[in-house]
């Protein structure tokens, strides 16, 4: 109980924090905005305070309330110069725009007097219209600003660049070949730039360096590919501007660039800023059979008025092609235009490839803003890049996330072709009996023949909780008692590999309520902790175990990537707080009390804009504006990586950044042919690239790292990597059951159609922070910093009373009184539950709490009876699970929890 209040204060505190007592004197202030990684906290607001808001009249209120809050945050992003996070906020300004006036619909057709609420929309609609023209205007304005400062900086090789970019389509036609644009170092003859494999006959040796890469001032690295020429090939995005275009790059073994190209297109249609590019986004890379290039992401860029008035996500998955030496080839978009993401590509022996997507199900028009789904598809496609078939299931990853984590999923495509697939499968697509109920998405792995066919499904789930609630007889008349079995998902899982033993490692987050609500806890240690749980599958979908380990490193993001060494292991990469202690403890302290202050500042009379007039109240919300900055601050990222076995034992934790005082983040992660490990991401620097509006912007660049099989840079003088010892494992084979399930597979007629993107050579500024630097690569001792035995047979599921038992601490007693019942019960206490008997609670010393290691019955209330009635004691009442004995001088009044599924107890008073 105690537990559910902190979650419920601190939910509401959240939400009251960010969104009602931060108003500014005639606009919302934007509380967090789009460009912080903790964003989700105040969209995770938003909903609760929409979910607690009962009556039309009511929601239009406070969703036109959230949709001034989002334009006040589109303001911000567009003095900052975001665009990306500005098309965030404008996209979610107009989901409770439309909101508000369904539910001014709905009251409508009930009858209500709607004209107060009809007049506030027009008012606020006016005032948003004079911001969209405030942010166009500032947009242009910076657009022009920019322009002319790249004139001044770039000069002659700008219009060099532009030439290119326009003649980039005719050159194309007529099969001409350019010269790759190198960087600074590009003097170097191409032999030089271009990396040479090692003789067989000669000792391999493994490459070390961490470099980042800048095209504009803001630019992110998703994916990493070693080529066969030992190089590697980068994807991801970078922007300027308005201008947000995916980027592929390739680089020579020791980092530098040998070219790269970026990728982008237009919007055609007419959205609330008008006419402007639209953003392009690189996740995905490979290298085909022939040696050419792959470039996979999102685009939003190739739709047209008539298709926006029926989609309302006009976004596309796009691949584009590239020769080796880095020319355009083709460019095509596969999906259905309503929120497509790439999710997985593997080249094929005929010289094609598969891509494996997720397909967003929303139509035009929905009313509710809130979780949608993402359905799995896979597209074959031949070496022209035509499609040869394609396929669907209802397996999805659901719930509304953005673009970054849609691309979290990882999927093995196996040597005859199969697959092992994991994701999500709906609650009403779960099969269940007449006393089950199904309340979450339903964790699933999948194994897949070379048709996408399934050969078996399996569900992970956490032990059913049973719940007592009234069911209506057959003839309607009366209610009966009855037991309502809850089923739930053990964890978030977004990974599935496959074992030297030809079975399935499942790999996520482990739900806090599998072992128990007991032991659920929601402080934010707690919540930023999650443990990794990983789910051992044999090659049939038979249930063989589950562990978790706890790394001690908080985190908000629930997303993970995974990478399978040459000997059979894998390396979990995590991004982390680098100063998490700090985040949850001090500096959080310090901005909750400032929020308590404010918060008693305000008046059962408060009117908008007593922000300004009260001096008090202006200058306790400044302290505690500037008290949530510090708090966040603490909150950057470096990248953790985790190497564990088939059996998940944890053999190595390296952290990567915490002496550079600089954020990185990690979005790709690959093993390389010279046996190490390659992370791509983003490094935030601190360098300041322009200032708007007097808004410091820092530089964010294409981040790489290069690590030996161990983890280590040869030449790390910086500290940039780090070894951990702190990890913790538990057995959780018992606390989890796995269940069958048949999703459904069936032939789709996805859309893949040509496009002309703008193709353009880039300049690149190289930055090392880390030296090249190679050696033969010696591999650290086998032992495992934390291990756990593999169980030898198939565990058998706990019940939930077994586990509350497990999980009780025994307590003292603590008075002489409290000991003489104590001792008079525990004879018969022990003989009943078989010595499973423990005291979790003496109440001061007024009365007795008991758990036991099954449940109770009523057979034990009568057992218990007889028992002291033998010891002098007389009864007074016994009728279901209440009991009251008495004798001179004491009487026992107990309560037995028989009606309870969960737990077995007793509580006595005396």
Not at 107 to 127: F, N, P, R
Not at 635 to 642: E, H, K, Q
Not at 857 to 874: A, F, H, P
Request: proline share 3%; hydrophobic share 35%; with cysteine.
């Amino acid at each position: 109980m105690r537990n559910s209040v902190l979650l419920l204060t601190l939910i509401l505190l959240f939400s009251f924090c960010f969104g009602v007592f931060v108003q500014a004197a005639n606009f919302v202030s934007p509380g967090i905005t789009p460009n912080s990684p903790f964003y989700f906290l105040d969209t995770w607001g938003e909903k609760i305070e929409m979910f607690f808001t009962f009556g039309v009249e009511r929601k239009a209120k406070k969703a036109l309330n959230i949709a001034e809050e989002k334009m006040a945050e589109a303001k911000v992003m567009a003095e900052r110069n975001q665009v990306k996070d500005l098309g965030k906020a404008l996209q979610n300004y107009q989901k409770y725009l439309n909101l508000t006036n369904n539910q001014v619909q709905k009251a409508e057709t009930q009858g209500k007097d709607v004209k107060g609420l009809t007049s506030l929309i027009k008012e606020k609609s006016a005032e948003y219209q004079e911001v969209l023209s405030e942010i166009l205007e500032k947009i242009l304005q910076q657009e022009r600003q920019d322009t002319e400062q790249a004139i001044g900086i770039v000069g002659e090789n700008k219009k060099e660049n532009v030439g290119e970019e326009e003649k980039v389509g005719e050159e194309e036609k007529v099969g001409e070949k350019k010269k790759p644009n190198l960087p600074e170092q590009g003097e170097k003859k191409t032999e030089s730039v271009k990396s040479v494999a090692s003789k067989e006959s000669d000792k391999l040796k493994t490459a070390t360096f961490v470099k980042s890469y800048r095209i504009y001032d803001n630019n992110s690295g998703w994916n990493v590919w070693p080529t066969k020429e030992h190089n590697y090939i980068l994807a991801g995005y970078t922007w300027e501007g308005l201008n947000e275009d995916a980027f592929i790059g390739e680089l020579n073994q020791q980092g530098e660039l040998v070219w790269t190209k970026s990728v982008g297109s237009s919007v055609h249609y007419s959205g609330p800023m008008g006419h402007g590019p639209a953003y392009d986004a690189g996740y995905l890379s490979a290298q085909l059979q022939d040696g050419s290039y792959l470039l996979v992401g999102q685009t939003a860029g190739y739709v047209g008025d008539e298709e926006a008035k029926v989609y309302e996500t006009p976004i596309d998955v796009f691949i584009s092609k590239f020769s080796q030496d880095g020319q355009h080839l083709w460019t095509q978009t596969v999906g259905d235009l309503a929120g497509d993401t790439p999710v997985s590509l593997w080249p094929t022996e005929d010289g094609g490839f598969l891509l494996l997507l997720t397909l967003e199900e929303r139509n035009a028009g929905v009313e509710y803003v809130g979780d949608t789904d993402h359905y799995f598809a896979l597209v074959k496609f031949n070496a022209a890049g035509n499609k040869e078939w394609s396929k669907k299931t209802n397996l999805n990853i659901g719930g509304t996330m953005g673009l970054e984590e849609q691309v979290n999923f990882f999927v093995e495509k196996e040597n005859d072709d199969s697959f092992i697939l994991v994701g999500n499968t709906q609650a009403s697509k779960v099969p269940k009996t007449e006393d089950e109920h199904v309340v979450s998405r339903m964790p699933t792995v999948v194994k897949l023949d070379k048709n996408y066919q399934a050969i078996w499904a399996k569900s992970i789930e956490a032990i059913p909780t049973k719940y007592l609630f009234p069911k209506l007889t057959a003839d309607g008349s009366s209610y009966t008692e009855s037991y309502l079995a809850y089923r739930m998902a053990a964890g978030n899982f977004s990974a599935v590999q496959k074992t030297p033993d030809n079975g399935y490692l499942a790999i996520g987050f482990l739900a806090p309520t599998v072992k128990g609500y007991s032991n659920s806890d929601t402080t934010y240690k707690a919540m930023t902790s999650a443990s990794f749980l990983a789910v051992k599958l044999d090659k049939d979908g038979k249930y063989q175990w589950a562990k978790t380990i706890s790394t001690g490193l908080l985190s908000f993001e629930q997303e993970f990537r995974i990478a399978k060494t040459e000997d059979n292991d894998f390396i979990i990469m995590q991004n982390y707080m680098s100063k998490g202690e700090a985040f949850e403890g001090e500096k959080y302290n310090a901005y909750m009390k400032k929020a308590e202050e404010v918060s008693k500042l305000y008046t059962n009379d408060y009117k908008p804009g007593d922000e300004t007039s009260n001096l008090s109240l202006k200058k306790a919300i400044e302290e505690m504006n500037a008290a949530r900055d510090a708090w966040l601050s603490a909150g950057w990222s470096n990248i953790m990586l985790l190497k564990v076995d088939p059996n998940f034992n944890v053999k190595w934790i390296k952290t990567i950044g915490g002496n550079l005082k600089q954020e990185l983040v990690g979005r790709g992660i690959k093993m390389t042919l010279d046996k190490g490990i390659a992370v791509v991401g983003t490094h935030y620097t601190d360098t300041v690239c322009s200032v708007s509006f007097g808004v410091k912007n820092y530089c964010k660049d294409i981040l790489l790292v290069k690590l030996d099989a161990n983890g280590n840079l040869v030449d790390d003088s910086l500290g940039i990597v780090s070894s951990r010892t702190s990890v913790s494992q538990e057995d959780l084979s018992q606390y989890i059951t796995i269940r069958d399930l048949k999703p459904s597979i069936m032939n789709y007629g996805i859309n893949v159609k040509r496009q002309n993107p703008h193709i353009s050579l880039k300049t690149v500024k190289t930055n090392t922070l880390a030296s090249f630097a190679e050696e033969a690569p010696v591999q650290e001792s086998q032992g495992f910093l934390s291990s756990l035995p593999t169980p030898q047979s198939a565990p058998e599921s706990k019940t939930w009373e077994e586990m509350n038992y497990e999980n009780t601490k025994a307590v003292e007693i603590v008075n002489d009184k409290s000991q003489e019942v104590y001792d008079e019960l525990m004879p018969i206490l022990n003989q009943l539950f078989n010595s499973k008997v423990k005291l979790r609670d003496n109440f001061g010393g007024i009365s007795l709490d008991y758990v036991f290691g099954r449940l109770v019955n009523r057979d034990d209330v009568i057992s218990v009876q007889k028992y002291l009635e033998e010891k002098g004691y007389t009864t007074d009442s016994s009728e279901g699970g209440r009991l009251i004995m008495m004798k001179i001088g004491r009487t026992l009044n107990m309560t037995f929890s028989i009606k309870s599924q969960r737990h077995g107890t007793l509580n006595v008073t005396f």
